[in-house]
């Protein structure tokens, strides 16, 4: 037996509706074929958070302002379903002072659709930089955390990205792409 769930997704902008749009309809589709059925509804939906008798006098004028049996009620309760995340880590050492390391970093993430939410320089040689990365073709965000600790004229990066499905590996294999053109060692590890 199908159980009718309610979905409210709060999405950023309309490039990230078309691509949940694109999920809905792929899902319509008949993919869970006898299973049940997923579609995008065409209403409005409210999330009403009201007492007993206060949600009876906001359904009552409700009622004056729309065509009988065109309201459906559900009671919800907050469900947390959340796809598995994978750990991906990459240490990577660099022949470089950390402000280099800092600039070329902030570069290639640049070119990665990506977003820096922090950039914190703790000393002369320790920072941390916190990136959310858009992955394309489907793959979805990564965030990723970047340490940096200079000793002895190198520069360390202890890199951890976090994301669901291939998306971590996949931003992982970029990066030691990306880090390839560079004299540098790469060190890397998987978190399930």
Do not use: Q
Request: with cysteine; glycine share 6%.
């Amino acid at each position: 037996m199908t159980t009718t769930h309610i979905i409210v997704m709060d999405c950023a902008d309309d490039t990230e509706k078309k691509r949940v749009r694109y999920v809905i309809d792929k899902w319509g589709e008949g993919r869970v074929e006898g299973k049940g059925k997923v579609s995008e509804l065409k209403a409005i939906v409210v999330k009403a958070d009201l007492d007993g008798d206060v949600i009876s006098d906001f359904l009552a004028e409700l009622y004056s302002k729309i065509s009988a049996g065109r309201v459906e009620i559900y009671k919800a309760e907050r469900e947390k379903v959340e796809p598995e995340k994978r750990v991906e880590s990459l240490k990577v050492t660099f022949k470089d002072d950390i402000k280099s390391v800092e600039k070329l970093i902030s570069f290639i993430f640049s070119k990665k659709n990506s977003t820096l939410r922090e950039h914190r320089s703790l000393s002369d040689n320790f920072s941390e930089m916190e990136y959310m990365v858009y992955m394309r073709r489907g793959k979805g965000g990564v965030s990723v955390k970047v340490v940096l600790r200079e000793e002895r004229g190198e520069t360390t990066a202890d890199i951890r990205l976090e994301g669901i499905e291939e998306a971590a590996k996949s931003l992982k294999d970029d990066l030691k792409g990306d880090f390839s053109y560079f004299d540098v060692s790469i060190s890397e590890e998987t978190k399930v």
